[in-house]
Each structure stands twice: as structure tokens, then as C-alpha cells.
């Protein structure tokens, strides 16, 4: 009797055991890092991991500076970044900007690479990178594919639409189904100082942001660029 | 030292393509800005291999530049090598376009060093690379010396150094030919000019001023460091081998298993303090089998072992299409037969920062295999004052100090890339971040093009704006023309001259940068070099 209690008892042990090992989630590790600076555009307070999140406007209107400030908090944070078919993306600009570069793995900016083969290589890449930086065009390949194997392994995907710099329209059928959007709009640089202490100058960018469920949001982020 | 003798064609990276001397066509292969092979037209117009790719836009504005292309360049040296084999069964391949062989493995055949530098000549004179092109006995140099450095520089000359007379062929060398570092610019400003100097100096100067990148090529220049000097043999022979029941026609999976067949152990090499150089491999298809022994100075790891199987399989399939169609690959087999001792990895002060987690690495892998090889790079930081050459690239799975691994150099001899990394592949850690005189000051143009289009800058009468050689700006900038739209300038700063390598009349640069504000509030940086306008960034 009781060796069949010391039993009972070792089986309440275990129960308690596996509850306290089982897999814990911290509400940190849903979201991913997100810098100070890009906080102040965002209208939610994190971006889910493993969500499509699309970034557009036109040429020279911020989308690159913008990019580069949701890189930050990855980057600090150690996790693994791949850019894939962005060859005139500026590193040194996002690294002055905050990004750290020893997780970043991009393609060779000096090659051109078949659309399709860099869908290919983005699928095989969210396997092992947190963050995942894409071309519209590369996404839109293989868009919903890509999106649901970004969700699956828990890997956010940046997609970059990049409008034409004297474009009047805005993009509208995307073939992304972003999560999250965000538009840039960047207001007129100023030129004016002294060669070392910076010849121009952008107060903020404009950024107005849309998910699945709000009303877009426009936010001014209060984040000179710097 | 032992006798080596060294070929190599220069000019592969062109002849692969089948650029024939007389087709009149203007144009070079380009790798890392530099330029890596020409055709004959290029050649006329003052253009040369290693030139920069800015350079060789100097000398000719038509010159078409195109990207290298490694794979056809390894597919098509794949007749070479047969040829090769008539010669000796013991050629060790460095790269595609050049091997080396010990002389003593073939001495007693040929019983002088001239009589088998024929032969070598011989064997690839006349090789059809491709539609009929064939290579011609002044597209090879060889030539033979005491150890493997010197004999790279002695078949740059097609010249056999007698034995024992190496010390003094080296010492009347210019230290450029070390490598092309920025410390061996520097060199010959100090009154540094010759190996001979180098040599004369103390290693303790070298030391304090350069760092362990002057020991590095301090010691290349003695000859110490190039063929791994310590072969040290495992107690039995180490053999990697599969074998397929249905031939494969696809290469990448072939490559892809091979990945994770060899791991195992090239692993437990290095757990027991070695590192494989050299290894033969031997791929079987459905119709015939082919043996190359591949060497690697800076050591093999899993990756660049199942590369060379590759290089071997895509050589093959590139001649059995063409002469009877391709039926599959059978099988392959890696015999490991050279060992160093492995210096191992440095980690980081808390160990894991810094090396990348294997999920990340076999993401990686799988990406580059469906992008071609060396198609991922990591970034690292450098100071420069153009925008474009802020950041170097590095790909993910080499050395750490081979940030330009030149052709004169084993990978080896580089810094201490090869102590860093063997083992663990480490990412690079970035330079410390000093003021560079006449760089961009922050904000940094967001979008950077390398290929720099061509853009018109005009003024009001839509004349084009010169600038002269005192830096004056003839004409007020009114409109740009550019090959995203055409766009009105509202204001515009400099411009900036910039001159570097003013001494160095191969690597020289004058050039004028301007910064323009646009109607539409976007801010455009635009380069004028002889007389010709370049957009280099956008501020973004």
C-alpha cells in the first residue's frame, strides 16, 4: 500500500517536474527587438515574429533609413539578418545609423542574381535567419509561400517596394499580404553646414502605417537622420 | 626548400570565355574591382590584369566590364587537366588556371626541369576550351624554383631559377609582388623597395610598425611561410566515399550530401590538432571516372572540400554533354592526404559570440547552393573616402584575413586569418571606426550604386557642366538627366576634388563630387570624372 502511494506520489512528482520544464515563452521572444528610434513610428509596441512586414515609398524618400532602423534591435540583439538582392542598400549608412554588422549576411552586392533563385535562396534562408530583407519583386514571386514559411519558422520578412523617384502613385495591388505596412514619405533634405560637421540635413521622416485590422496611421518619427 | 615547378594562364578568366585575339571585341572580366582577364583589344588600350575597374573605365569609356563567372571558368579548365595528365598523374591545382608539381615526383622521368617545363607547355598548347578556341603557347608561363612562392614568381617570368639560387632571384623582387596590401603601398614611400630591404630591416621594427602583417609578409619574403612545412600523416589513410544505385544528374544534391559525409571527419581531424592541405578527389560518372588532387594552403573544411568535388563534377559534365550527353553522376571519393597542424580558432572572450550557429551555416549553405558559390558575402567596415568602398565583402566561409586575396599570395601568408578561423567559421568583427580624411561625413547617402550609371548634369542652356582641373565648376547645375527620370536641381554644394594614390600612376584617381538637391526635396550624389558625370548615391 504504501509502495503503491510512493508511486502515486512519484508520478505527482513527475507531473510537477514536466510542468516545471516545460517550454516557457517569454512575451521578449514573440516580438522582435525594436530600437528606441523605431518605436516612435510604430503604432503597435513590437513586430510579431514571423510576420511579412512591407516597406514602401519612393526612391530618396526614406525607405532605406527607415529599413535600417528596424535593423537595429535585431542586430544588437545578436540575431541573424540576411539581405537578399538589395545590392545598392548602404551598410555604412546602416551602420552609422545603428546596425551592427557581424549577424548580416547579404548577397553579393557586385552580382546579379535570377528573381527566382533569390525567392528560393530567401525560403532556404528563414531556416536559420530571424530577419530576412527582400526586393518587392523577389517577394512577389513566391509571395504567400514565402510569407507562410516566414511564419512557420518564425522568421520576419522585410519586404522593400520602391517606387520610381518621380512616381505620383502609390502602390496599391501589392502582391504581398503584408501584417504590417508601412508607407515613407520623407520630407525635402536641406543642404547648409560645414563639411565636418554635416552638409545636410532631414528633420524626421513621415511614416504612415497600416496593419491587417487598423485604419492606417500616420506617425512623424521624431528620428532626425540623423 | 623543395623544388617546385608552377604553371598557370594567366589570362584564363578571358580565354574561358573564348575571346579570341582577333574578334576586336573591347572588353575584360572583372572580380572585386579588379580586372581578371582581357581581351586582346583591352590589352592595346593600355588595360591590364589587376588593374581597378575604375582604372580600366579610364582608359576606355566603351570597354564592356563582366562579372566573372568562377563556375565555367573550373567547368572548362576540366580539358586542361586531362591534358595535364599525360605529363604526370601528381599536378596539384590551386584554382582554376594554374597548378604546381613537385619536381622531385617526376625528376628521375624527365631528368631536367627545362625538358618537363616543355612538356607542361606542350600538353596545354593547342587544348580546345571551347567552339574551337584553343590556347595558345604564349597564354601559359611556367617556370621552377625552391618553394612554392618563389616558383609562382618565377613562372610569372617563364624563368627556372637554378637550385640554390633562389635567395638571390627573390631578393631583386619589388615588395609589391608580396601581395597588394596597403602596407606594401606604403613600402616603397619609406625607401622600402625591394624584398632585399624588407629583409635587411630587424623584425622587431617590422614588428612595431606593422604588426602581425609585416611579420606575415616578413616571412613570405624569407620563403618561411608557403607549402605547409610540417606533413604530418594520421595513423591510417583517411577516405571519404559514396556511391549512388541510380546516377544523379543534378550536381547540387551530389554536393549538398557530400557537405555532411565529410564533416564527420574533417572534424575529428581537427579535434585531433590537424587540418587537411591537399586531397585527391575522384568523381565516377555513369560513362568514366576523373582523380585531381585539389591543395588548399589555408586547410580544407567540410564546405570547401565538397566545392572542389563540384568544381570536378561540373568539369565533367561540361565535356560529356558535349561529346555524348550527360547521364549522371555514380559516385565520389575524397582521399585526405596532406596534414598540418591546426593552429585552431581564437573565440571570443566569452566563446559563442562571433562564430555562426550551425542553423545559420546550413541556411546559408543551402542558399548558396541554389545561388552559385561565393554568392553570400559578410560585410565589414573599412575606411575609404569614396561611399562605395566603405564596406568590403567578404564571402561567409572564408578566412577572416583574406580580405584581398591577390593571385601572388598563398591564403595563407595573410595576417592570421587562417589561426582565426579554421574549424569555426568566425564573422569578421568590424574595424574600428577612425575620422577618415575626405570621407562622406554622416548622414551617409542611404543607397549606394557600384556600377555608378552614367548621368548628365546640365545647366540652364542645356549645355553640360565641366569642371576643370583647378576645381571650378563651369555652368550653374539646372537639370538632371539620369536614368531614373530627368529632374530639376534646386541647389547644389561643392564640388569636392578628390586625388588619391597621386604616386601610383596604375592606381591614381582624380575626380570631381558634387552633391545636388532636387526639386523634389531628394538629395543626389554625382561624381564627374574626365569630363563624364556618374550618380554615385542617394540620400535615402
Not at chain 2, 566590364?65 to 563556375?71: F, G, M, Q
Not at chain 2, 611579420?215 to 607549402?227: D, K, Q
Not at chain 2, 548628365?456 to 539646372?478: K, W, Y
Request: hydrophobic share 40%; glycine share 10%; charged share 20%.
Amino acid at each position: 500500500m504504501g509502495e503503491s502511494r510512493g508511486v502515486a506520489g512519484r508520478v505527482v512528482d513527475m507531473g510537477v517536474l514536466s510542468y516545471m520544464v516545460s517550454p516557457l515563452t517569454l512575451a521578449s521572444d514573440l516580438g522582435l527587438p525594436i530600437s528606441e528610434e523605431a518605436r516612435v513610428v510604430l503604432p503597435v509596441s513590437t513586430i510579431r515574429r514571423g510576420s511579412t512586414v512591407v516597406i514602401s515609398g519612393r526612391i530618396g524618400s526614406g525607405t532605406y533609413s527607415l529599413l535600417s532602423m528596424l535593423l537595429v534591435g535585431p542586430s544588437a540583439a545578436g540575431l541573424g539578418v540576411a539581405i537578399l538582392g538589395i545590392p545598392d542598400y548602404s551598410l555604412s549608412a546602416a551602420r552609422s545609423l545603428g546596425v551592427d554588422l557581424s549577424g548580416v549576411v547579404m548577397t553579393d552586392p557586385r552580382r546579379r542574381f535570377d528573381r527566382s533563385a533569390l525567392a528560393r535562396a530567401a525560403f532556404a534562408l528563414t531556416d536559420g535567419y530571424q530577419v530576412v530583407v527582400v526586393d518587392h519583386d523577389v517577394a512577389s514571386v513566391a509571395a504567400s509561400r514565402l510569407s507562410s514559411r516566414a511564419r512557420q519558422k518564425r522568421s520576419t520578412l522585410l519586404v522593400l517596394d520602391r517606387l520610381p523617384p518621380n512616381s505620383t502613385s502609390l502602390p496599391t495591388n501589392s502582391m504581398v499580404k503584408a501584417d504590417l505596412r508601412f508607407l515613407v514619405e520623407g520630407p525635402a533634405w536641406s543642404l547648409g553646414g560645414t563639411l565636418d560637421s554635416g552638409i545636410i540635413s532631414r528633420p524626421m521622416l513621415r511614416v504612415i502605417t497600416a496593419d491587417r485590422q487598423s485604419f492606417p496611421v500616420e506617425m512623424l518619427a521624431g528620428y532626425a537622420v540623423p | 626548400m623543395p623544388r617546385v615547378v608552377h604553371f598557370a594562364i594567366p589570362n584564363w578568366s578571358a580565354i574561358s570565355r573564348g575571346w579570341t585575339s582577333d574578334s576586336g571585341l573591347e572588353a575584360a572580366v572583372v572580380a572585386d574591382r579588379k580586372v581578371v582577364g582581357l581581351s586582346r583589344s583591352a590589352f592595346e588600350i593600355g588595360i591590364r590584369i589587376g588593374m581597378s575597374t575604375r582604372s580600366a573605365r579610364g582608359r576606355s569609356h566603351a570597354i564592356a566590364l563582366l562579372e566573372r563567372d568562377p563556375i565555367q571558368e573550373l567547368r572548362r579548365f576540366f580539358p586542361v587537366q586531362q591534358a595535364l595528365t599525360s605529363v604526370s598523374p601528381y599536378f596539384r591545382y590551386v584554382s582554376a588556371g594554374s597548378g604546381y608539381l613537385h619536381w622531385s615526383s617526376v625528376g628521375r622521368y624527365f631528368g631536367s626541369e627545362e625538358k618537363l617545363v616543355r612538356a607542361i607547355r606542350e600538353a596545354i598548347t593547342g587544348t580546345d576550351v571551347v567552339d574551337g578556341v584553343e590556347i595558345s603557347d604564349s597564354d601559359v608561363v611556367c617556370g621552377a624554383a625552391d618553394g612554392y612562392f618563389a616558383a609562382t614568381l618565377a613562372a610569372g617570368m617563364n624563368l627556372i631559377v637554378p637550385p640554390g639560387a633562389t635567395r638571390e632571384f627573390m631578393d631583386a623582387m619589388p615588395v609589391s609582388v608580396l601581395g597588394d596590401s596597403e602596407m606594401l603601398s606604403l613600402l616603397p614611400q619609406l625607401g622600402i623597395k625591394s624584398i632585399a630591404n624588407l629583409l635587411s630591416m630587424r623584425v622587431s621594427d617590422i614588428s612595431t610598425r606593422f604588426g602581425s602583417e609585416g611579420i606575415a609578409l616578413y616571412r613570405l619574403a624569407l620563403g618561411e611561410e608557403e607549402v605547409p612545412d610540417l606533413l604530418q600523416l594520421p595513423d591510417r589513410k583517411v577516405s571519404i566515399e559514396s556511391s549512388f544505385e541510380q546516377p544523379i544528374r543534378e550536381v547540387e544534391p551530389v554536393v549538398f550530401s557530400a557537405i555532411a559525409e565529410i564533416r564527420a571527419p574533417v572534424t575529428e581531424l581537427l579535434d585531433r590538432g590537424m587540418v587537411v592541405t591537399s586531397a585527391e578527389v575522384t568523381t565516377i560518372t555513369s560513362k568514366t571516372s576523373s582523380s585531381r588532387s585539389w591543395t588548399l594552403f589555408s586547410g580544407f573544411d567540410e564546405r570547401s572540400l565538397a566545392e572542389r568535388v563540384r568544381w570536378q563534377l561540373e568539369g565533367m559534365m561540361n565535356c560529356e554533354v558535349e561529346e555524348s550527353g550527360w547521364d549522371g553522376v555514380v559516385g565520389w571519393r575524397v582521399d585526405l592526404i596532406e596534414f598540418v597542424p591546426s593552429h585552431g580558432s581564437q573565440l571570443d572572450l566569452l566563446g559563442i559570440p562571433g562564430v555562426i550557429p550551425e542553423g545559420m551555416t546550413r541556411a546559408m549553405a543551402r542558399a548558396e547552393a541554389i545561388l552559385g558559390p561565393e554568392s553570400l558575402v559578410v560585410p565589414v567596415a573599412v575606411g575609404a573616402r569614396s561611399p562605395d568602398q566603405t564596406v568590403d565583402f567578404l564571402p561567409w566561409q572564408r578566412p577572416v584575413g583574406e580580405v584581398s586575396a591577390g593571385r601572388k599570395m598563398p591564403a595563407r601568408s595573410r595576417g592570421s586569418g587562417r589561426r582565426r578561423l579554421i574549424g569555426s567559421r568566425k564573422l569578421p568583427v568590424d574595424a574600428q571606426d577612425p575620422p577618415w580624411p575626405g570621407g562622406i561625413a554622416d548622414p551617409r547617402p542611404a543607397a549606394v550604386y557600384l556600377d555608378r550609371p552614367a548621368v548628365e548634369l546640365l545647366d540652364q542652356a542645356g549645355s553640360l557642366i565641366s569642371l576643370s582641373g583647378r576645381g571650378e565648376l563651369h555652368g550653374v547645375p539646372f537639370q538632371l538627366n539620369s536614368p531614373k527620370g530627368s529632374f530639376l536641381v534646386r541647389s547644389h554644394l561643392g564640388p569636392w576634388l578628390v586625388e588619391q594614390r597621386w604616386w601610383d600612376d596604375e592606381r591614381s584617381q582624380r575626380y570631381g563630387r558634387l552633391l545636388l538637391l532636387l526639386h523634389d526635396g531628394s538629395a543626389y550624389l554625382v561624381v564627374v570624372n574626365s569630363g563624364r558625370w556618374f550618380l554615385e548615391a542617394i540620400y535615402d
